[in-house]
């Protein structure tokens, strides 16, 4: 199963939103409205944001809202702040009870 | 308050076995389903596989890259999972996270633990 295509970096500044794409096939992205993200900070545990393609668990700022459409998800922060600066990782159901995820973006706060 | 507090990593020699651990606390581990997931230095996540709870059989599901090698048990009367990881390679190195799974397969983990780290070298 190949991992979902998400860009290397992307950056904004306090204040600003930013959007991070996620790009599977049919079989996983587009197939079911399992699609979830993960913010992992450096040498921590990744924490949940966003499950369901647009739900967040409790605690998650409303500034993280997710969406897809068609192959592609995505997760925009908006309002950004410096501690948004991390890794974030989409991850999507692939049939047969399998799991993918994507390769990780790095976010920079300007 | 949720903990998943994972053991057993440390250095091992490729074609050896090692089993790690993830002790739960802070739920009723027996309802839910719990997987693995790892990150090899620098680099991303990559799902390894889970265990249903008891109320859906119990039974495991795997990621292509470790079936046949890797297994997936749990003792809910000690609210323990373990991941048995055999015939072990290089590219098995990578801090292990033992995490809580909503979902069973669609990817939903609330809870992580602090990882523990597993080297396959000679």
């Known amino acids: 199963q190949s991992a979902l295509t998400q860009p290397r970096s992307v950056s904004g500044s306090p204040g600003q939103s930013v959007t991070i794409s996620c790009t599977g096939t049919?079989?996983?992205?587009?197939?079911?409205?399992?699609v979830s993200w993960y913010q992992q900070h450096p040498g921590k545990a990744p924490k949940l944001m966003i499950y369901d393609v647009s739900k967040r668990p409790s605690g998650v700022p409303d500034r993280f809202s997710g969406s897809k459409s068609g192959n592609t998800a995505s997760l925009t922060i908006s309002g950004l702040q410096a501690e948004d600066e991390a890794d974030y990782y989409c991850c999507s159901y692939a049939g047969s009870y399998n799991v993918v995820f994507g390769g990780g973006t790095k976010l920079t706060v300007l | 308050e949720v903990q998943l507090v994972e053991s057993g990593g440390g250095l091992v020699q490729p074609g050896r076995s090692l089993r790690l651990s993830c002790t739960a606390s802070g739920f009723t581990f027996g309802d839910y389903a719990m997987s693995w997931v790892r990150q090899a230095p620098g680099k991303g996540l990559e799902w390894v596989g889970f265990?249903?709870?008891?109320?859906?059989?119990?039974?495991?599901e795997y990621a292509a890259s470790v079936k046949g090698r890797f297994t997936i048990s749990r003792d809910d009367s000690k609210s323990i999972a373990y991941l048995q990881m055999n015939s072990l390679k290089t590219e098995d190195t990578a801090v292990y996270y033992c995490t809580r799974d909503l979902g069973a397969a669609a990817g939903i983990f609330d809870y992580w633990g602090q990882g523990t780290l597993v080297t396959v070298s000679s």
């Open positions: 049919s079989s996983d992205v587009g197939g079911y409205n399992y």
């Open positions: 265990i249903r709870s008891k109320a859906y059989g119990g039974t495991t």
